[in-house]
C-alpha cells in the first residue's frame, strides 16, 4: 500500500532542494518548476518502487533532471532576465561546464550521498567522477574567481529566487500520479488482451520442472538439495589493527596515544587528508578506523597517524578500492597541497604504494600516505606531521608492512610480504589531461598564503601562451598532433593580469622533436645579442637521446624604470615536447629549485601524451 503521509513527508523536504538543483543544472526556473512537478507525479505512481529503499528522493531526481533538459532542449543554456548579479554570474559561470560537470558538481554541493553514488547516477566511472569534479571545481573558481573551494553558499542566491516560487500542494501531485496509473493500467489491460488474442498461451513441462515456494527447481517426484550462498566476507576486527605500540616503534614521535576506533558511519566520513568519499569501496562489507597523535611536547612537532581498513566481497573490488584510495592523494584537491614523491612498495601485500605531499602556507603540514591491498582487504596509513619537517616515507613503509601483517591474520588476506622496499615511479595519472601538470603539482609562491592554484581546461593550442619573445615557439603545423594549452592562476589573490604559469604539449616524430628542441634552445641562446635589454640565465640544462630539459631566467626591460622577468622551459621525452612559462609579480615569486623542480615533474607526466597519428 503506498501511504499519502510518507509522500507528503518527502514531497515538503525534497521539494525546494530538488528545485534549486534543477534551476542550476538547466537556468531555466519554469522548466525547472515543472519538470518537478512531473517527478513527483511519476513518483506516487511508482511510490513502492521509489521508496523501496528509504531514500526516494535520490529515485525523483534523475527524472526531474531528465524532464528539465528535456523541456528545455530548445535552447542549451537558457538566460533568465532580472536576476541579480550574483545569481547571474553563478548561472553563467556553471553554464560553461559539460553537462557531466555540472551534474556531479551539484550533487557533491548540493545533495547527500557518497561520490561512487553520484557516479552511478550521472552514468560515469568513480574515476572519470573524480576528474569532472576537479576539473567543474577549478573551472568555477576561475570563472567566479573564487578565493575559497566552492561551497553550498555559492549557491545561495538561487536558492533565494526558488524560496519564492510556489509550488502546488501535495494531495495535487498525488491526484496527478494517481491518474497516470489509471491510464498505465488501463493501456496495459488493453495490450495484454490483444496478445493473448492474437497468440494464445501455450504451457508445457516437457522435461517435468516446476517451480517451488523456496524458489528451487525441483523435477516431478524429486526434491533436490538446496544451495546456500556463499558467506559474506567476515568483518575486519579491531584486533587486525595497528596498535600504539606498534606506531610508536616504527613512526618518529614521542608520548603516542591511541584515539578512537569506530566504523566511520558518523559524520560527514572524511577521516584523512584529500579523501573524497566515505568509503573507497561503497559495496564493501566493513570499515574500521583507528587514530593515534603524539602528545603535545615542547619543541617536538604534532604527529599523528590515522588508519582505514576496508574489506571488499571480492579481489576484484579490493583492487578498484585501491586505486581509488590512490587517487584520492594522487590528485589531491585539498588547498595548497603539493605531491613531492610517488613510489611503489615491494614485499608488502599484493600491492602497495606511498605518497609524500606537503599543505603548504600557515600551519604547513607533511603528509605521508601508504596504501596496500592483501587479498580481499585494503588498508591506508596517513601520517601527519606539523612544519616542514624532511619526510619520511620509509618509516610510512615499514608501518604499512606491520599493517599488513595484522591484516593477514583474517581469512580473507592474500600476500603478506616482509621487508619492504621503496622504489621511486612517476605520479599516477591525474586529471583532465594526464600528460599535462593539475594543480596537485604545483609548488607555492611567496607571499601568498590564503589562496591556491586553479586551472584552465586543456585545450587546443592554436597560439603558445608559453612562448617567449626569445624563443616565439608555436606547437601547430604540419606534423604536430595532440597539441594543448592551460593556464594556471590563483583566483582571489589580486594579482597582475600577467602573472600565471602556463603549459603548452604536443608531439611530433622525434627526430623532428629533438630538433624543435634545439631550435628554442638556440633561440633563447641568441636572445640578449637579438633583444635589446633582455638577458639570459640558463638554471637548468640536461640532454639526451630520449629526454631533453633546459631552464632559463630571462629579464626583458619594457621601459626604463620597468621590466618583466619569466622563467621558462622546454623538456622532451621521445616524440612527446613541452614548454613551460612562469611569469612571476614583484612579492609573489617561485624559487629556480622550484621551477625546476615543476619542470622536471612535468617530464614525468609528458611520456602519457599519445605518439603522433594515435
Given at each position: 500500500?503506498?501511504?499519502?503521509?510518507?509522500?507528503?513527508?518527502?514531497?515538503?523536504?525534497?521539494?525546494?532542494?530538488?528545485?534549486?538543483?534543477?534551476?542550476?543544472?538547466?537556468?531555466?526556473?519554469?522548466?525547472?518548476?515543472?519538470?518537478?512537478?512531473?517527478?513527483?507525479?511519476?513518483?506516487?505512481?511508482?511510490?513502492?518502487?521509489?521508496?523501496?529503499?528509504?531514500?526516494?528522493?535520490?529515485?525523483?531526481?534523475?527524472?526531474?533532471?531528465?524532464?528539465?533538459?528535456?523541456?528545455?532542449?530548445?535552447?542549451?543554456?537558457?538566460?533568465?532576465?532580472?536576476?541579480?548579479?550574483?545569481?547571474?554570474?553563478?548561472?553563467?559561470?556553471?553554464?560553461?561546464?559539460?553537462?557531466?560537470?555540472?551534474?556531479?558538481?551539484?550533487?557533491?554541493?548540493?545533495?547527500?550521498?557518497?561520490?561512487?553514488?553520484?557516479?552511478?547516477?550521472?552514468?560515469?566511472?568513480?574515476?572519470?567522477?573524480?576528474?569532472?569534479?576537479?576539473?567543474?571545481?577549478?573551472?568555477?573558481?576561475?570563472?567566479?574567481?573564487?578565493?575559497?573551494?566552492?561551497?553550498?553558499?555559492?549557491?545561495?542566491?538561487?536558492?533565494?529566487?526558488?524560496?519564492?516560487?510556489?509550488?502546488?500542494?501535495?494531495?495535487?501531485?498525488r491526484r496527478a500520479g494517481a491518474a497516470r496509473r489509471r491510464t498505465h493500467t488501463a493501456v496495459g489491460v488493453v495490450v495484454a488482451v490483444a496478445a493473448l488474442v492474437v497468440t494464445g498461451t501455450v504451457v508445457t513441462d516437457t522435461d517435468g520442472v516446476h517451480p517451488t515456494l523456496d524458489r528451487d527447481l525441483q523435477t516431478a517426484g524429486q526434491q533436490g538439495p538446496r544451495t546456500e550462498a556463499p558467506p559474506p566476507p567476515p568483518p575486519l576486527s579491531e584486533e587486525a589493527l595497528l596498535s600504539v605500540e606498534q606506531v610508536a616503534d616504527v613512526v618518529p614521535g614521542r608520548a603516542w596515544t591511541e584515539g578512537s576506533t569506530h566504523d566511520n558511519t558518523a559524520g560527514d566520513g572524511l577521516v584523512l587528508p584529500c579523501q573524497l568519499a566515505r568509503y573507497a569501496d561503497s559495496r564493501g562489507s566493513t570499515a574500521l578506523v583507528r587514530d593515534f597523535a603524539t602528545a603535545p611536547l615542547p619543541r617536538e612537532p604534532a604527529r599523528s597517524t590515522t588508519q582505514l581498513a576496508e574489506a571488499s566481497a571480492s579481489e576484484e573490488a579490493a583492487h578498484r578500492a585501491f586505486r581509488t584510495s590512490l587517487r584520492w592523494f594522487a590528485g589531491c584537491t585539498e588547498d595548497r597541497t603539493q605531491l613531492l614523491t610517488t613510489q611503489r612498495v615491494l614485499g608488502v601485500g599484493d600491492e602497495a604504494m606511498v605518497l609524500t605531499l606537503r599543505r603548504w602556507g600557515a600551519g604547513a603540514t607533511t603528509l605521508v600516505a601508504a596504501v596496500a591491498r592483501t587479498g580481499q582487504l585494503t588498508t591506508t596509513t596517513v601520517t601527519s606531521v606539523a612544519g616542514t619537517e624532511r619526510a619520511r616515507p620509509r618509516s610510512a613503509a615499514q608501518l604499512l608492512g606491520t599493517a599488513v601483517a595484522d591484516l593477514c591474520t583474517l581469512p580473507d588476506a592474500g600476500g603478506c610480504g616482509?621487508?619492504?622496499?621503496?622504489?621511486?615511479?612517476?605520479?599516477?595519472?591525474?586529471?583532465?589531461?594526464?600528460?599535462?601538470?593539475?594543480?596537485?603539482?604545483?609548488?607555492?609562491?611567496?607571499?601568498?598564503?590564503?589562496?591556491?592554484?586553479?586551472?584552465?581546461?586543456?585545450?587546443?593550442?592554436?597560439?603558445?601562451?608559453?612562448a617567449t619573445r626569445c624563443d616565439d615557439a608555436r606547437f601547430r603545423g604540419a606534423g604536430w598532433s595532440t597539441n594543448l594549452t592551460r593556464t594556471f592562476l590563483i583566483p582571489g589573490a589580486k594579482l597582475p593580469a600577467e602573472f600565471g604559469l602556463t603549459q603548452t604539449v604536443g608531439a611530433l616524430s622525434k627526430r623532428r622533436a629533438r630538433a624543435f628542441v634545439e631550435d628554442v634552445r638556440q633561440s633563447v641562446r641568441a636572445c640578449p645579442e637579438e633583444q635589446l635589454g633582455t638577458d639570459v640565465r640558463q638554471v637548468a640544462d640536461r640532454r639526451s637521446a630520449d629526454e631533453d630539459l633546459t631552464a632559463?631566467?630571462?629579464?626583458?626591460?619594457?621601459?626604463?624604470?620597468?621590466?618583466?622577468?619569466?622563467?621558462?622551459?622546454?623538456?622532451?621525452?621521445?616524440?612527446?615536447?613541452?614548454?613551460?612559462?612562469?611569469?612571476?609579480s614583484a612579492d609573489v615569486r617561485m624559487t629556480d629549485d622550484a621551477f625546476v623542480a615543476l619542470a622536471e615533474r612535468a617530464l614525468q607526466r609528458l611520456p602519457r601524451l599519445p605518439r603522433p597519428g594515435r
Open positions: 500500500m503506498r501511504d499519502p503521509e510518507e509522500f507528503d513527508a518527502c514531497y515538503q523536504a525534497a521539494r525546494t532542494r530538488l528545485l534549486l538543483q534543477t534551476y542550476a543544472l538547466t537556468g531555466d526556473l519554469p522548466a525547472a518548476r515543472s519538470a518537478v512537478n512531473d517527478a513527483f507525479a511519476v513518483a506516487w505512481h511508482h511510490w513502492r518502487k521509489a521508496n523501496r529503499h528509504g531514500d526516494p528522493e535520490s529515485w525523483i531526481r534523475p527524472i526531474a533532471w531528465s524532464h528539465a533538459q528535456r523541456r528545455h532542449s530548445a535552447r542549451i543554456w537558457h538566460r533568465e532576465k532580472g536576476l541579480a548579479p550574483e545569481a547571474q554570474a553563478t548561472l553563467e559561470a556553471l553554464g560553461k561546464l559539460s553537462v557531466d560537470q555540472r551534474k556531479i558538481l551539484l550533487l557533491t554541493v548540493l545533495a547527500t550521498g557518497t561520490l561512487a553514488d553520484f557516479a552511478r547516477e550521472v552514468g560515469l566511472t568513480r574515476e572519470d567522477a573524480e576528474r569532472e569534479l576537479q576539473t567543474a571545481t577549478s573551472q568555477l573558481a576561475i570563472h567566479l574567481d573564487l578565493g575559497t573551494p566552492v561551497a553550498r553558499a555559492l549557491f545561495d542566491p538561487l536558492a533565494d529566487i526558488v524560496a519564492d516560487v510556489r509550488l502546488p500542494r501535495a494531495s495535487i501531485l616482509s621487508a619492504p622496499e621503496l622504489k621511486d615511479v612517476p605520479p599516477l595519472p591525474v586529471g583532465v589531461v594526464p600528460a599535462m601538470l593539475d594543480t596537485v603539482d604545483l609548488p607555492p609562491v611567496s607571499n601568498v598564503r590564503r589562496r591556491t592554484w586553479a586551472g584552465t581546461e586543456p585545450r587546443q593550442a592554436r597560439t603558445n601562451l608559453a632559463w631566467q630571462v629579464s626583458t626591460e619594457v621601459s626604463d624604470d620597468r621590466s618583466v622577468e619569466y622563467r621558462m622551459a622546454i623538456i622532451r621525452t621521445g616524440t612527446a615536447v613541452a614548454q613551460i612559462a612562469y611569469i612571476p
